[in-house]
């Protein structure tokens, strides 16, 4: 009786796991198939390659049920490794293998780098003329990026350090995996200015990811002064001949009229008839008259008559900027200002109103950061000295009369 049961109990375990195992069989069997969306996917270098199975399944078909029990038992391995202290792989091929109770699915992928490299330009770039343009220094203005090893080359054969305005330059930039990038740039040669006027320096900008913005040559104004032969109206008797006396300063300075001494100069000025300074000299350049006259010649009557001398202009109604601009020239430039720089004593005279008191200066230097310029005095004074720039302005625009030598 005992055997009996042993061998019925026997039975029944087999019987429970034949169950089981069918059962499973039929559970397994019954479990969704589940699909790729493909079995070849491609990623561009410097790209994550996820390793989630949403990414590659096709669970269209699938109910929410489903999917939440593909996905909780599904099981992910991979080729996939990558690169050292990188979050994306190597160039190269690997293999992504989906296992989901008996069904088992391989995702191929191909991991390319297609994208050439990537050069940064600044916006512009000014080289001072005769600068050379050595890899060096282009080097510090372009920059260049790859994830790739990469070479990256200037060409400057076509480009003349000597000309003037914009000329090309080509970059190349090329990678291990023969992906190009070329293209032309255009840099600004800047005239070299005059070193006696200006020093240059150049000033690079950068943006706000620290990368080279733009390249600029800038002019530092200098102080100057020209080397001024100074003479006298008084040391010839021409008591009221400073207008002449400075025209003739000027001229001599740019090399006029080296045959011709300051007496006769003066005394080949053209009179005023009618004792209008607009038609020349009013009164006598010799002495003082009468009350009633304003003893002095206007620009445009001086200039017209010294252009028999050299190529001299009317400047009047210029501001001192741009005397200070011709100066930079070369140019020199004779000017009306009230005498010693004081208050004008303005009268109404038939031709024009007018102050009494003017005096005319040749300007001869120029003091940026110290705020003066420089004036060369044929009057009393017989000398060439710094006058505060305000001071100087205010007086010479009471009127604006100048007269430019060329």
């Known amino acids: 009786?005992?055997?009996?049961?042993?061998?019925?109990?026997k039975r029944m375990i087999v019987g429970i796991i034949l169950s089981i195992v069918v059962i499973g069989g039929i559970w397994l069997l019954n479990r969704p198939l589940f699909h790729l969306k493909k079995s070849f996917f491609e990623f561009e270098y410097g790209q994550t390659v996820s390793l989630e199975a949403i990414d590659y399944l096709n669970v269209e078909d699938m109910d929410d049920e489903e999917i939440d029990?593909?996905?909780?038992?599904?099981?992910?391995?991979?080729?996939?490794?990558?690169?050292?202290?990188?979050n994306y792989p190597a160039v190269g091929n690997y293999t992504i293998t989906f296992q989901y109770a008996h069904q088992k699915r391989k995702v191929d992928i191909e991991v390319k780098d297609t994208t050439a490299p990537t050069v940064y330009c600044p916006q512009y770039i000014q080289i001072l003329e005769g600068e050379a343009l050595t890899d060096e220094l282009l080097s510090t203005y372009f920059t260049c990026s790859d994830l790739s090893e990469f070479t990256f080359d200037i060409d400057t054969s076509q480009y003349d350090i000597s000309?003037?305005?914009?000329?090309?330059?080509?970059?190349k930039a090329y990678d291990v995996y023969e992906n190009e990038c070329v293209q032309d740039y255009q840099i600004e040669t800047i005239e070299k200015p005059n070193e006696k006027f200006y020093d240059t320096k150049t000033v690079i900008n950068k943006n706000d990811q620290g990368q080279i913005a733009?390249?600029?040559?800038?002019?530092?104004?200098?102080?100057?002064?020209?080397?001024?032969?100074?003479?006298?109206?008084?040391?010839?008797?021409?008591?009221?001949?400073?207008?002449?006396?400075?025209?003739?300063?000027?001229?001599?300075?740019?090399?006029?009229?080296q045959d011709l001494d300051l007496k006769s100069f003066i005394e080949d000025m053209p009179i005023?008839?009618?004792?209008?300074?607009?038609n020349g000299f009013a009164g006598s350049p010799w002495t003082k008259g009468k009350a009633n006259i304003l003893e002095m010649i206007y620009p445009s009557a001086i200039a017209s008559w010294a252009q028999k001398y050299a190529p001299?202009?009317?400047?009047?109604?210029?501001?001192?900027n741009d005397i200070i601009t011709e100066l930079r020239k070369g140019n020199i430039v004779m000017v009306y200002t009230v005498h010693y720089f004081g208050v004008p004593d303005w009268r109404d005279w038939f031709f024009d109103r007018m102050y009494n008191n003017v005096h005319c200066l040749v300007v001869s230097g120029y003091d940026p950061q110290g705020h003066k310029i420089r004036v060369s005095d044929p009057g009393a004074r017989r000398a060439s000295y710094w006058v505060d720039l305000d001071t100087f302005t205010t007086s010479y625009n009471y009127k604006k009369f100048s007269v430019l030598v060329e």
Request: aromatic share 8%; with cysteine.
């Open 1 to 9: 009786m005992k055997l009996k049961l042993h061998l019925r109990s």
């Open 163 to 171: 000309k003037i305005g914009k000329q090309t330059i080509t970059l």
């Open 69 to 86: 029990d593909l996905l909780k038992n599904i099981e992910v391995s991979s080729s996939i490794k990558n690169e050292e202290g990188k």
């Open 272 to 278: 005023s008839p009618d004792n209008d300074p607009r």
């Open 214 to 257: 733009n390249v600029n040559v800038e002019l530092i104004e200098k102080k100057f002064a020209f080397d001024i032969t100074l003479y006298c109206q008084h040391d010839v008797g021409a008591r009221m001949g400073c207008d002449p006396t400075a025209l003739y300063i000027a001229l001599r300075y740019k090399g006029y009229c």
């Open 312 to 320: 001299v202009s009317d400047f009047s109604g210029h501001s001192v």
